[in-house]
């Protein structure tokens, strides 16, 4: 019977091991720093193209990304970031959005004065973390929620209609990635797939005339892929700087 019970032991621990890697809720130890000097929320000028947006969404709880910055595949993707620092951290830590790439001495993440200060137990324990400036964390991709805002298209500055169309997409919700954006014509139907600029800048020349619909492609970390087409199109006379609500949420 001996050796029975060390080959089902075995098996129930190799399967352990499986399903460890690929958990997909489980906390990666990392480290974290802070814009050093920034005011309380993020930058205006992130390599993920979101402008003044970038500072402000999520109230401001934002941070740059090293590895998960992904060539701009991690733009607008939501982690949890709590420090392990008892003495100073809760639990609970952050929630934070990607906005912008970079790193700092073997940091995933370098985040917003106010989001690395809300990783503290206390205003006191805040302020320590803020001089201890680099820290020890662990972190997770969560859900991106925002509750009252459909997925909005923000058409850049630099567009020139109606020879060259970029925009930014905000408020990306759910746990999943978007890898993919078509631009199509309402009236035939005709699709053309965009570029990604930089970040999470979608660019294209020669954009299709009349009203436009966009196609976006979720995808997981498990392969699966999702198109979502938005209930409101880009108006045929769309202008740089506007922005304009899909009415549709993602919750993926």
């Known amino acids: 019977m001996r050796p029975a019970l060390i080959l089902v032991v075995a098996f129930i621990s190799v399967l352990s091991l499986g399903e460890a890697q690929t958990c997909t809720d489980c906390f990666v130890s990392s480290r974290a720093a802070y814009y050093p000097n920034s005011d309380e929320q993020g ?3 992130g390599a993920c193209g979101f402008g003044t947006f970038g500072a402000t969404i999520n109230g401001g709880d934002v941070s ?3 590895d998960l910055y992904r060539d701009g595949l991690g733009c607008g993707a939501c ?3 709590r420090c392990t620092n008892s003495a100073y951290c809760s639990d609970k830590g952050v929630n934070v959005v990607i906005t912008d790439h970079g790193s700092s001495d073997r940091t995933d993440f370098i985040l917003s004065r106010r989001a690395f200060g809300r990783m503290a137990q206390t205003k006191d324990a805040a ?3 803020l001089a201890l400036g680099i820290i020890d964390i662990q972190y997770r991709r969560v859900s991106c929620s925002y509750p009252g805002k459909n997925i909005t298209v923000k058409i850049d500055e630099n567009s020139n209609y109606p020879y060259y169309l970029a925009f930014v997409i905000w408020y990306q919700q759910g746990k999943q990635d978007i ?3 078509q ?3 309402t009236q035939n139907f005709a699709c053309k797939l965009l570029d990604r600029s930089y970040g999470a800048v979608w660019t294209t020349t020669s954009p299709p005339s009349g009203p436009l619909s966009i196609r976006m492609l ?3 970390d498990d392969g699966d892929e999702t198109w979502v087409v938005p209930v409101n199109n880009i108006p045929e006379s769309w202008k740089a700087g506007e922005t304009y ?3 549709v949420q993602v919750n993926v």
């Open 43 to 45: 930058t205006e000028t």
């Open 183 to 185: 631009l199509c014509e």
């Open 64 to 66: 740059a990304a090293s």
């Open 245 to 247: 609500d899909t009415g």
């Open 218 to 220: 979720f995808s997981d």
């Open 79 to 81: 982690y949890q970031v």
């Open 179 to 181: 890898t993919a954006v």
């Open 127 to 129: 302020a320590s973390l």
